[in-house]
């Protein structure tokens, strides 16, 4: 995520909004940025009540092992009618590779 914050500029000269979303509450975003990633500029959102309607509705809220009921770690680009341009889904412990989003933002120009 500070990487996404770190990079925001870039995503904004490509007229990108970057924003999070997981099936955390607001409180609990929060507490994760004052305790562990420091405070972010760009939007966190909760998927939170009804527990995860929107990533359900992008077929990213896990089901099984190792923590069934929180969202994978997904990146998807939405284009200007709201078509997903892009979409990538990637281990728990991985982060997206900002530098294959920029690439795919700077084709869609």
């Not at 997904?74 to 889904?89: E, H, N, R």
Request: charged share 25%.
């Amino acid at each position: 995520m500070p990487a996404f914050d770190s990079d925001r500029e870039k995503f904004a000269a490509l007229d990108a909004q970057v924003l999070d979303i997981s099936v955390d509450s607001i409180p609990s975003h929060i507490a994760w940025q004052k305790k562990d990633i420091g405070m972010m500029h760009l939007p966190l959102c909760a998927d939170f009540y009804p527990h995860g309607q929107v990533t359900q509705a992008f077929g990213i809220l896990r089901d099984g092992p190792p923590v069934p009921g929180i969202s994978e770690r997904a990146a998807f680009i939405v284009d200007k009618s709201g078509k997903i341009a892009f979409a990538k889904v990637y281990p728990l412990d991985q982060t997206p590779d900002n530098a294959e989003l920029l690439r795919v933002l700077q084709q869609m120009k």
